[in-house]
């Protein structure tokens, strides 16, 4: 059957967790490029409305796995019903967000099938494969593009023989992109006690403390960051006031993070969120390539720097040679006097 | 019986020291290039597992590596730290291992270590970023994962009780034994070395190590037999040689780029009013604000 496989992450609110609608998203073109269809795999409880949350995503197929124990997460009972469900279906790309769930659960399904798996990709795409020894050219195989070595190299890996690809890729390196059409997701109810047996609910969760999430500097259009430049955590407030008059979000480089300028969550980069908004204005950054890891993509890109010589001034649009003191308000003062 | 805690450790390129010459052309890592240390996630692996030791009296700690022989200098390290024996596995036919390679050597290892109760594991280490070694070594033990623990929070019975650092919170979990584990970074540092431990364990070595001393050494290791670093090849695992190596990792690099980053065209502004004012008009107009 050859399809292509999403295993969808439920939030702690019921949702399908946003990594996984921007894997549905991905998955869509990479199914359409293939020929085949996408299917969505739920495994939870209360899982109402779920088919309707997923079909707007271009999804051919929900399997829904209800279960009172099934929720929250535990290792043992989800990778069960999935790997087994892959390996009926004889699924041939999956993904799974590269979320604490994802790389928590994709590693030991993908040990079980016995195939390849790549974590943290940045790029997925389908191309052709030649091995020169043998003279055989594989078809149409999933091209996992990661940067490896700390950010220092791009690798693209491949899995030529043993099936399916698997692919982790964390939140917000893909697009969410809802699809044009009316169809309904066709939906299949999974007979969960033929899948898991008690023995996999060894692990007990005894108690939980999970916050939603409070930022979402991911979807932002415009975002305002600042590096270790910015100098102090009440110098970000320029950075607020700027982003809240233009209608932006704030973001920070690891450094600034470590420094204790910002929180974690605001972290932009490798091990942060990838953003890609249509206007980021970088502060104080030197463009690491950790961190350019997480904004290259950005439409337009200001760079606010005392160095001119800076990695980032080879990424940004506008170069402006000052100290971020000055030139943010600066910026303020002439939109609050010239925007509508 | 005693309480048998193996922790799987490994030696690592420093990443964050990485040269030109650091990829060979068939996409693998040149480790010779890179200077090596133990994984850091690993080293708060081995704390957690010392911890667990310090909590009871019939504990035991073995440290399990796989790598080229230098790899032994990790388990040297363990046992200055506090563990109380190290094993190696090294072979040349495991070069070019992926995590699933690498997973199903270290399990046959493990297994060959049985009984064992807990098997302790970093998250991840810094040269792949994977994260998949220790779930999948777990997958083929045979045994469940608790991922990500941050705390050792001690024993219910015979059930080990831990914390979980998770995204946005975290979990308290309790699992029977044997379970295996992999430590994240939020969790204790390791301790230090331990001076009367280093002064015992120095002259630990691997068979091969040995090869290249003098005599003397063979006679100090029959009155110390715990300097002897046990190792292990692929003939000592019985392991299936398809299963290792290149030819057992389902996972292929094709192509490995370096990342430059190529000049944009961009414009350079001053921090004037002018030029400032100019570029906030240019933004306004273009919708890009506003
Ligand atoms: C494995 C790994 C993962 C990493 N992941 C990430 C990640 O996800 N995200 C991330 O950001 N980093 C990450 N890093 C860290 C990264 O390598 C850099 O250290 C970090 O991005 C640097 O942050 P910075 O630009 O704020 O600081 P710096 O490099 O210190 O740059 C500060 C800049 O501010 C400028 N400046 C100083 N004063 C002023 C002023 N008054 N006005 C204007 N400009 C000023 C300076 O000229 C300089 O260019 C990672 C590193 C490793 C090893
Ligand atoms: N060659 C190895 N020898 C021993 N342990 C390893 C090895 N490779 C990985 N591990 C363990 O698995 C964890 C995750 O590794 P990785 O999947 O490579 O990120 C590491 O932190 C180690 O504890």
New binding site residues.
Partial sequence: MKNVFVYCEITEEGHIADVSLELCSKGRKLADELNVDIEAVVIGTKLKGIQEELSPFGVDKVYIAEDKRLFPYTTLPHAAIFSKLLEEQQADVVLVGATSIGRDLAPRVASTLRCGLTADCTSLEIGDHYVKKTDTTYKNLLYQIRPAFGGNIVATIINPDMHPQMATVREGVMKKEPVRRKKLAELINIDVKKYVSDSDFVVNIIERHIEAQKVNIKGAQIIVAGGYGVGSKKNFNLLYQLADAIGGEVGATRAAVDAGYEEHERQIGQTGVTVRPKLYIACGISGAVQHRAGMDQSAQIISINTDLEAPITNIADYNINGRLEDVLPKMLKYFKQNSK | MSFRIIV???QVPDTRNVGKDAMKSDGTVNRAALPAIF?P??LN?LEFALRVKDSRDDAEVII????PPRAAEIIRESLYRGADKGYL?TDRKFAGSD?LA?SYA?SLAVKKLAPFNLII?????I????????PQ?AEKIGIPQITYAEEFLGFNGDKIKVKRRLERGVELVESACPVLL?VHSSAADCRVRNAKRMMKYKHAKTDIELQELSEDYMELLETRPYLKINQWSVDDLGADVSFLGLSGSPTKVKKIESVVFTQKESKSLSDSDRDINGLMKTLINSHVLG
Avoid: C, F, P
């Fill in positions: 799987l450790a490994k994984n996630e690993d692996a399990l590596t796989m790598g596995i995590t690498t270290i594991s970093g998250r991840q280490a040269d792949g970023d994977t994260a998949q070694v220790g070594a992999t």
